[in-house]
C-alpha cells in the first residue's frame, strides 16, 4: 500500500511533480494495475462496502451511500 508523504510549502509544484512523475513511470504495470486495485478496494471501504458505480439497464449510475 501507498504511503502519504506531506511536502514542504518551499518546494516549487514543479519539483513536486517531476519527482511524482518519476515515481509513477519507474513502476511497473503490474505494479499500476495493483494500486488501482488497492484505490478502488479502499473507495468502496469509505462509501460503506457499497459500490461507487451501479449498473442500472439505462447505463451505470454513480451513488454516495
Not at 515515481?23 to 494500486?35: D, G, M, P, V
Not at 442500472?56 to 451513488?63: A, E, K, N, V
Amino acid at each position: 500500500m501507498g504511503s502519504l508523504k506531506l511536502y514542504d510549502t518551499n518546494i516549487s509544484r514543479a519539483s513536486i511533480v517531476a519527482e511524482r512523475e518519476y515515481a509513477y513511470l519507474s513502476r511497473s504495470s503490474e505494479q499500476k494495475f495493483l494500486a488501482l486495485l488497492n484505490l478502488n478496494r479502499i473507495s468502496v471501504q469509505m462509501n460503506g462496502g457499497n459500490l461507487l458505480k451501479k449498473t442500472t439497464r439505462f447505463g451505470p449510475c454513480y451513488q454516495k451511500a
